[in-house]
Each structure stands twice: as structure tokens, then as C-alpha cells.
């Protein structure tokens, strides 16, 4: 069975959502999923995963400034035969910016290859709640990285 970690940072609990809608697919998929705040990631549990997923809330146009500080910790590790994703929330608004561009960049200073493109949730208010759709179109690309993962061949 292929295991994956999401790892997460959430101020209000959207993120969290996204998190665990997430995880659903991926578990209806087949893979095993472990679900962990950035605050309470052992880093050197990270080498038990194939897949790692990393997620945070925009804040200031980026990551939070918790997030910044997770990925400075970690982007120097070398990890081996590890795919990724990262995942954001944030307002709907033409300068929003993105907290998950930021992971991605940490992800690929750690040759950690992208297994899907950036997923956003958009919440309605700073405090959410997240779109209406959010939790069903999460769950839908969580079995599609699950499917991803299993036909890759090792
Ligand atoms: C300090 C702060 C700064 C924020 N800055 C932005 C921003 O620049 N762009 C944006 O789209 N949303 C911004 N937001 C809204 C957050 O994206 C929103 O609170 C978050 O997605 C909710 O996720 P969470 O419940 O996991 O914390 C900001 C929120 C806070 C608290």
C-alpha cells in the first residue's frame, strides 16, 4: 500500500478541511494517508512516505508565516523516491497571491517532483467557510493523485 503524509497549517480550520477532503480520495484510492499539523511533524518521519503533501492559508500575498518557517527546517532535506503536491487556501480576488507557490518552491529545492498542479480552496471570508464545492471537488483530486500514484511503476 502506498502511504502518504498531508501535512498542514490552518489558523481557522479552512485549510485543515482541505486537508482532510484530501485525504478521503486519497483513501479511496487505496493509499494510506497520515494527517499532521506542521506544528507536530516529527521531520524524521517524512522518509516512511512516498507521497507528501503540504498545505497553508495565504496570508500576505504567501505562506504564514509558520508555513515559512516549517519550510526553512526541512527544504534542505535530500529525500528519495518522493513525489509531492502542495495545497493553499485563500480569498477569491485578483491579488490574493498564493501560499502554495511558496511550497512548491520548497518542494522542488528538495527534488521532490510535483504530482499534480497547485489546488486552492477559496474561502468566502477570512475566517471561511470554504465554496460550497470545495469538499467534493477535494475528495475528486485526492482519488486522481491516488491514481497517479498507483500506476507509477516501483
Ligand atoms: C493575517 C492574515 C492575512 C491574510 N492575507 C491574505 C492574502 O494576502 N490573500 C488572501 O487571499 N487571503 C488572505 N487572508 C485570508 C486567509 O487566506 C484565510 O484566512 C485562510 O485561507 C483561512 O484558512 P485557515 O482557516 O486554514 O486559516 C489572510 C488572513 C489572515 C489572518
Known sequence: MKKAIILYDSL????KKVAMSLTRGLESGGVYVD???IQELEIS???NYELIGIGGPTHFHGASKQMKSFLSKIKHLRL???VGFAFETKADFKFSGSAAKRIVRSLKQMKIPLIH???T???LNKEGPLEDSTSSSMEQIGLIISEKMNNKVN
Not at 481557522?12 to 485549510?15: A, H, K, M
Open 12 to 15: 481557522y480550520g479552512n485549510t
Open 35 to 37: 494527517v499532521i499539523s
Open 45 to 47: 518521519e517524512l522518509n
Open 80 to 82: 528519495k523516491n518522493k
Open 117 to 119: 498542479s497547485i489546488i
Open 121 to 123: 480552496g477559496i474561502v
